[in-house]
């Protein structure tokens, strides 16, 4: 993901989290959100509230990955002391990061063995300015710079919920709109909708051969026997496919006596040429149909010989149930099978026409295959149709063709997957409002 779009997706988690905020109904479901839910916007290890009781103590009130916090665990009650220690230095009222080199060392002897080593303290401070909770996030690589910026961002809103429920803030019904102002949230809002995106479309997908060796039906017959199982290893002149010959050895057999009738008359023709003028005649009519009836021999001679259908080519023989072939009448040229080198795959992608984006040769695409959603593969276009065909499930769609970019590993011909297809970069305001746009114009003829 590139800078730009991770931008993006991060302002847009800040607002969603900054929704759910809004919409918790009680301190307990707001704190859930906060140590289970930011995680979405950094990555910690572990996330603690805490709040000051009323004996000069701390208590610890939620604790990420857990529903309730057990007050007895050893865990716990090294980080009150953490807290307690922590809390009285003047610095604890401000965010920060901090480490084993802020606490004494009746602390930090335990450090390794309950916390990560990088903590940001995050205070609670009440409308006078004194520190009545905290929120405490650990996690075992440094915080990033962006990492910090973000979280100062949605700690405002945290802070603010926090005091309505807790009733420190004064004026508990100041918005939190008075932590980010409106204008300031309209102006992010603009800047945001100009910043490049790269413009995708989801499309389902199935691996295909690419260059197949289509096996055809050399005559018009039924098929008496199929030979080869769908999927297994078939080489050069193997046998696929047996048709019913009782009907062609019958033709074969008619043709070879009419012959042999068609030369008994020319020969006897032949034989009375000399006393008959009308027998004489009759030898070039009868030359000429024994030429024909030579050619009706051959010919049903060349399709007897047709019976049985060899492979041509070494693969993996790709058709549906054999039982769905035995038995069938089929005309020449009809497609039976496909033989397929299990080496040479693609990616076939069916992209609807109502979703479509500029295909472009030589585009990026991700895909996952449905038998495996935790491996990605990567390919790139080379072809797409013109127009749009309609698919089986009866949506116009254009067909996408596109490279493997794997020498190893590949996946079999038949596989389903989920493509995502990279096309140019767009303003997030077009990749949002795309479609609305499109509707209007069709609608209105704009």
């Known amino acids: 993901m590139g800078e730009q779009d991770k931008r993006v997706v991060d302002f847009a988690t800040i607002l969603q989290l900054e929704k ?60 009150k002391k953490a807290i307690a220690s922590f809390a009285v230095k003047k610095e604890a009222k401000s965010s920060q990061v901090i480490g084993i080199d802020h606490f004494p060392k009746v602390i930090t002897t335990d450090w390794s063995k309950y916390m990560s080593r990088n903590v940001f303290w995050c205070p609670l401070l009440d409308d006078d300015g004194n520190l009545y909770g905290g929120i405490w996030f650990a996690k075992d690589k440094p915080y990033q710079k962006n990492e910090l910026v973000l979280l100062e961002i949605i700690l405002d809103a945290y802070r603010h919920q926090i005091g309505v429920y807790k009733e420190v803030n004064k004026n508990k019904g100041n918005s939190l709109l008075k932590k980010l102002s409106l204008r300031g949230l309209l102006i992010a809002v603009v800047i945001l909708m100009f910043l490049p995106v790269r413009q ?8 295909v051969p690419k260059n197949p060796v ?25 046998n696929l496919i047996v ?35 009308q027998d ?27 019976v049985l259908l060899q492979s041509s080519a070494n693969g993996v023989a790709i058709f549906g149930d054999k039982n769905d072939l035995i038995g069938r009448p089929v005309v020449v040229g009809e497609k039976l099978l496909v033989i397929a080198n299990p080496r040479e795959v693609e990616l076939e992608i069916m992209v609807p026409a109502e979703d479509a984006i500029s295909l472009e040769k030589d585009s990026k695409v991700d895909f996952f295959l449905n038998i495996n959603a935790m491996k990605s593969y990567r390919a790139k276009i ?8 309609i698919t089986p ?47 209007i114009r069709q609608k209105l003829g704009l």
């Open 20 to 79: 759910m905020v809004r919409s918790s109904r009680n301190l307990s479901e707001l704190a859930f959100i906060i140590m289970n839910e930011t995680h979405k916007l950094v990555g910690y290890k572990n996330a603690f509230l805490w709040f000051a009781n009323s004996r000069g103590g701390v208590d610890v009130f939620s604790a990420s990955g857990v529903e309730e916090v057990d007050k007895s665990a050893p865990l716990v009650h090294w980080l």
């Open 200 to 207: 995708s479309v989801v499309a389902t997908s199935s691996i």
């Open 214 to 238: 289509i096996v055809n039906s050399p005559i018009n017959g039924v098929i008496k026997k199929v030979l080869v199982e769908p999927n297994n290893f078939i080489g050069e002149g193997d």
């Open 243 to 277: 048709f019913d010959d009782v009907e062609m050895k019958n033709r074969y057999e008619v043709s070879l006596k009419t012959l042999k009738v068609v030369e008994a008359e020319l020969k006897k023709a032949r034989q009375l040429a000399f006393s008959s003028p």
């Open 280 to 306: 004489q005649a009759n030898i070039k009519l009868l030359e000429a149909k024994l030429e024909q009836k030579v050619k009706d021999v051959e010919y049903n001679k060349t399709i007897l010989s047709k």
């Open 382 to 389: 080379y072809q797409a149709s013109y127009e749009p065909i």
């Open 393 to 439: 499930e009866g949506v116009a769609s254009y067909k996408v063709k596109a490279t493997i970019l794997a020498d190893r590993d590949l996946p079999r011909v038949g596989l389903k997957a989920v493509s995502k297809i990279y096309g140019k970069n767009v303003s997030v305001f077009y990749y949002l409002f795309r479609r609305p746009i499109r509707f």
